[in-house]
């Protein structure tokens, strides 16, 4: 398998796991002691929301909770690289982040990089390309695409920083509007050079 399509086959993997653990609306109200004494920030963190940095990543992002880590250590025949992926579920969406570490020998086209991890994503949960362009989001390349399935909605972006391809993705269910908590997600990942 291209070491390219290994970062959105784990994304792929994740999304259709953590669909299954979207946790139903909560029914009862914040109390207002919450509500009535909140800390002060330089930006602001939405209730419920947590600023999850990952030294190892060289990134930042909001989500829902903290998210959990997934590493693999994908064996090769020249040589092995590593997959991350964070995953945390919302009331409403599923949001993930992966990336990839590649050996310092293995040559790519950050251009088909950005290609590739789209299209094998898009295969991975047998989802249909919506829209797609090519962005460029804090100075890196990036595709910035929205594919559905039958049932799911899922807005994405692939970003190559450095030798590191990132894939970014909020998934909700087909009905549901949770464009804030979405938006919020996909604007909030800073990622940066070592």
Not at 30 to 39: F, H, Y
Not at 139 to 164: C, D, L, N, P
Request: proline content about 8%.
């Amino acid at each position: 398998m291209k070491r390219g399509l290994v970062v959105s086959l784990l994304i792929a993997a994740a999304v259709v796991t953590g669909f299954s653990q979207v946790r139903p609306r909560p029914r009862s109200t914040p109390s207002p002691l919450a509500r009535a004494t909140p800390t002060p920030r330089p930006t602001p963190i939405p209730e419920g929301w947590v600023s999850f940095n990952s030294e190892l990543g060289r990134f930042s992002v909001l989500m829902p909770e903290t998210p959990k880590d997934e590493t693999e250590i994908v064996p090769t025949d020249s040589s092995p690289y590593t997959t991350h992926r964070y995953a945390a579920t919302g009331t409403q969406s599923v949001f993930l982040i992966g990336w990839a570490d590649y050996d310092p020998t293995f040559n790519f086209s950050s251009s088909w990089e950005l290609e590739l991890n789209r299209e094998s994503f898009i295969k991975g949960i047998n989802a249909t390309l919506v829209e797609s362009r090519k962005v460029t989001l804090d100075g890196y390349q990036a595709v910035e695409f929205t594919a559905q399935t039958a049932a799911r909605v899922y807005k994405s972006r692939v970003y190559i920083v450095g030798r590191r391809p990132y894939l970014v993705v909020a998934g909700t269910n087909k009905g549901v509007d949770d464009s804030v908590n979405v938006n919020r997600f996909l604007n909030s990942f800073k990622v940066r050079l070592p």
